[in-house]
């Protein structure tokens, strides 16, 4: 596609409820990351996917975190058990790894969470 | 571990230049990127610096010292389009992990 795509691109849950967020790379990259934002924080660093390889699970926050990568394309991110620190949006970005500059992660639009 | 710092926010006049700076603590370096995040959207990519010096595209340059740990985007003819959060972030360990670690952003606002 033409870029990466998510969805959905708001989600109001209840505390305590599952959620899934979805991300769509850019076709021919074969790096996904999934991203975390907090209100007036950075870009916090939640899972890496690459190829058939093992994923870099290194920076989910808890087990009510996992993620999936299905063929090498679509991933899903779920969170079982939503807290309401939770709330953020979750940004996704795919790259092609290599050196240099031509590994640029290019982001999705994100999906707004909120936990209510 | 890993810090990145840069200032919450910054205010510039239309015209004008601005400069964002940026310093890192990492574990190990493989490249320094800046982002463009306007309110509500993804981030962007505006530049990457691998090697010290200056790279310029356009209205933006990167500069990037890594004995220092320094970098600083450079925004020349300020538009009033240029208003958002620009992210500084630092990939480190090349084998393994990929992924980015961020600054919290710097908030600019362009004034007329």
């Known amino acids: 596609g033409a870029g990466v795509s998510q969805s959905p691109s708001n989600k109001v849950t209840e505390k305590g409820k599952d959620v899934e967020l979805r991300c769509d790379p850019i076709s021919g990259h074969t790096a996904l990351y999934w991203y975390r934002q907090s209100l007036g924080q950075g870009l916090e660093f939640l899972i890496y996917f690459q190829g058939n390889s093992a994923p870099d699970k290194s920076g989910l926050p808890s087990d009510r975190f996992s993620a999936e990568r299905t063929g090498g394309s679509v991933s899903t991110l779920t969170i079982q058990r939503t807290q309401q620190e939770d709330s953020a949006v979750y940004l996704c970005a795919s790259s092609i790894p290599g050196l240099g500059v031509t590994d640029t992660q290019y982001f999705g639009p994100g999906t707004r969470l909120t936990v209510l | 571990g890993q810090n990145i710092d840069q200032p919450t926010e910054m205010t510039a006049t239309e015209g004008a230049i601005v400069q964002i700076n940026c310093t890192y603590q990492?574990?190990?370096?493989?490249?320094l990127f800046w982002y463009q995040q306007h309110a509500g959207e993804a981030p962007t990519f505006l530049s990457y610096n691998v090697l010290d010096g200056l790279e310029e595209k356009g209205r933006f340059s990167s500069f990037l010292s890594r004995s220092k740990g320094y970098s600083y985007l450079l925004l020349k003819e300020l538009q009033m389009k240029d208003s958002a959060s620009y992210l500084c972030?630092?990939?480190?360990?090349?084998?393994?992990?990929?992924?980015?670690?961020f600054g919290s952003g710097t908030r600019l606002q362009v004034q007329p």
């Open positions: 972030a630092v990939r480190g360990d090349d084998t393994g992990r990929r992924a980015l670690t």
């Open positions: 990492t574990s190990g370096f493989n490249g």
